[in-house]
């Protein structure tokens, strides 16, 4: 399967004749692979008579390789799986041995994880899916505005891409204007007190152009028309993450705060923070030294944190 995507991936039309050849099978079983591809993988594959096949648009393959080489930490590359950070979390229960850091990455999540218990669309081939696994050494401190952290990285590797409107809104979302184009999901193993290490889950929205989802997103294939290389978005952030996380470990996420505002979408606008049934409303001046959301109510600054929390615009911001 995976030689036959490759043929396929750059969206033009290959004759079953020309793909059997270089495939080194027949022109049937050449048929059954590409039915493969649709009904397992979920690919739009497109025949025209006289012309062949084709995948209904171009695809940009992970290459294990290429990454191998440029991640700086071992990698583990998947086809497909139920969640990369569930697959970081059950390494680590399974091989507590395991050699850290590592990245693992797939091309696919049969049940991608969000914030606050919602799924994160996950179709094969299209964005960047991947978990960074760390050990974490000096106890809960530490994590202090880590997910922060992890979002100036992710917000400096997407600059490059140069998107009117791209920045991040607290606590971690990546947006263009109001659309959701990258989410952060740390999950913790281990004891605090004790061994632990935290899976670092990021989504990136890379080359999706149709989907449903509750929320209004974008991709950098939507904004910028082109389709992305996605082994170089995550060398891109892998570059990203490696230098902010040596200023996080070295002088933890308060180095990194004023970056972090820079780029914050809502600083100074009013916004209704939620969680559960609770709500408070007041306007946004940023972020403290550990992360925790300034909100103004009142002549009064209220610091609010907690993995529960989200924020909105309020109606007359
Ligand atoms: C959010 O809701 O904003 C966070 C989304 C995080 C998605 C990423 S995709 C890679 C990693 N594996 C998961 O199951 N979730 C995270």
Same mark, same amino acid.
């Given at each position: 399967?995976?030689?036959?995507?490759?043929?396929?991936?750059?969206?033009?039309?290959?004759?079953?004749?020309?793909?059997?050849?270089?495939?080194?099978?027949?022109?049937?079983?050449?048929?059954? /692979? $590409?039915? /493969?591809?649709?009904?397992?993988?979920?690919?739009?594959?497109?025949?025209?008579?006289?012309?062949?096949?084709?995948?209904?648009?171009?695809?940009?393959?992970?290459?294990?390789?290429?990454?191998?080489?440029?991640?700086?930490?071992?990698?583990?590359? $998947?086809?497909?799986?139920?969640?990369?950070?569930?697959?970081?979390? /059950?390494?680590?229960?399974?091989?507590?041995?395991?050699?850290?850091?590592?990245?693992?990455?797939?091309?696919?999540?049969?049940?991608?994880?969000?914030?606050?218990?919602?799924?994160?669309?996950?179709?094969?081939?299209?964005?960047?899916?991947?978990?960074?696994?760390?050990?974490?050494?000096?106890?809960?401190?530490?994590?202090?505005?880590?997910?922060?952290?992890?979002?100036?990285?992710?917000?400096?590797? $997407?600059?490059?891409? /140069?998107?009117?409107?791209?920045?991040?809104?607290?606590?971690?979302?990546?947006?263009?204007?109001?659309?959701?184009?990258?989410?952060?999901?740390? %999950?913790?193993?281990?004891?605090?007190?004790?061994?632990?290490?935290?899976?670092?889950?990021?989504?990136?929205?890379?080359?999706?152009?149709?989907? %449903?989802?509750?929320?209004?997103?974008?991709?950098?294939?939507?904004?910028? &028309?082109?389709?992305?290389?996605?082994?170089?978005?995550?060398?891109?952030?892998?570059?990203?993450?490696?230098?902010?996380?040596?200023?996080?470990?070295?002088? &933890?996420?308060?180095?990194?705060?004023?970056?972090?505002?820079?780029?914050?979408?809502?600083?100074?606008?009013?916004?209704?923070?939620?969680?559960? %049934?609770?709500?408070?409303?007041?306007?946004?001046?940023?972020?403290?030294?550990?992360?925790?959301?300034?909100?103004?109510?009142? &002549?009064?600054?209220?610091?609010?944190?907690?993995? %529960?929390?989200?924020?909105?615009?309020?109606?007359?911001?």
């Amino acid at each position: 399967m995976k030689a036959l995507l490759n043929l396929l991936s750059d969206g033009a039309f290959h004759s079953g004749e020309e793909l059997g050849e270089l495939l080194g099978v027949s022109r049937s079983a050449v048929w059954k /692979r $590409l039915k /493969r591809l649709a009904d397992e993988l979920g690919l739009e594959v497109q025949a025209v008579r006289g012309r062949g096949y084709r995948l209904a648009s171009a695809i940009s393959l992970l290459d294990e390789r290429r990454l191998g080489s440029a991640l700086g930490w071992p990698l583990r590359l $998947l086809s497909q799986v139920d969640s990369t950070n569930l697959e970081a979390l /059950r390494q680590l229960s399974a091989a507590p041995s395991t050699s850290l850091p590592l990245w693992v990455t797939a091309e696919q999540q049969t049940a991608g994880r969000g914030r606050r218990g919602r799924a994160w669309l996950s179709p094969f081939a299209q964005n960047l899916y991947v978990s960074l696994v760390l050990p974490v050494d000096g106890g809960a401190r530490r994590l202090d505005g880590l997910s922060l952290t992890v979002g100036v990285a992710v917000h400096r590797a $997407l600059s490059h891409y /140069r998107l009117p409107g791209l920045g991040l809104k607290w606590p971690n979302d990546v947006l263009v204007g109001n659309r959701k184009l990258a989410g952060i999901l740390l %999950e913790l193993h281990g004891d605090l007190a004790d061994k632990c290490a935290v899976v670092i889950g990021i989504g990136i929205n890379a080359n999706m152009l149709a989907a %449903e989802l509750d929320q209004p997103w974008t991709s950098l294939r939507q904004e910028t &028309g082109q389709l992305i290389d996605r082994n170089e978005l995550l060398i891109r952030l892998a570059e990203a993450l490696r230098s902010c996380l040596e200023t996080h470990w070295r002088s &933890g996420f308060e180095a990194l705060r004023d970056e972090w505002q820079a780029a914050h979408l809502w600083q100074g606008r009013q916004a209704v923070l939620s969680s559960g %049934e609770r709500r408070c409303e007041g306007r946004v001046l940023g972020v403290d030294a550990g992360g925790a959301l300034l909100l103004e109510r009142e &002549g009064a600054v209220e610091v609010h944190s907690g993995g %529960e929390l989200s924020l909105r615009l309020a109606d007359d911001s």
